[in-house]
């Protein structure tokens, strides 16, 4: 049905940058949206980018100027190329692709990123 598959994760230095990757496995023409999101320890999970089928981007605040979310033309590749990283922006990455049909939101396994200052 839908399968998401994240990679790209790793350790990085301060003002580094990491793209990180999600291998999508569903029908284009039932997705709305797709999206990365993190969830640091001890926090919430929260939004850093999406993209609509319209190439409609949105950013978290904290990711403006500094992220950028992209996907290939089939929406076989969505893409995270993060630039400048923090050791706030140290957390598990998720992939999120919102569909047509129930649950609707569909997540893949998640990507550590780690940050070190």
């Known amino acids: 049905q839908v399968q998401l598959a994240e990679s790209g994760g790793a350790l990085v230095q301060s003002g580094e940058s990491l793209t990180l990757a999600c291998v999508v496995r569903?029908?284009?023409?039932?997705?709305?949206?797709m999206g990365w999101y993190r969830q640091a320890p001890g926090k919430e999970r929260e939004v850093v980018a999406t993209?609509?089928?319209?190439?409609?981007?949105t950013y978290a605040d904290s990711a403006k100027g500094r992220f950028s979310i992209s996907v290939d033309n089939a929406w076989n590749m969505l893409y995270l190329q993060m630039n400048s990283l923090e050791p706030e922006d140290t957390a598990v990455y998720y992939c999120?692709?919102?569909?047509?049909?129930?649950?609707?939101?569909?997540w893949g396994q998640g990507t550590q990123v780690t940050v070190s200052s």
């Open positions: 993209i609509t089928k319209s190439d409609s981007t």
């Open positions: 569903a029908n284009k023409d039932h997705i709305v949206s």
């Open positions: 999120n692709a919102h569909m047509v049909f129930r649950p609707y939101d569909f």
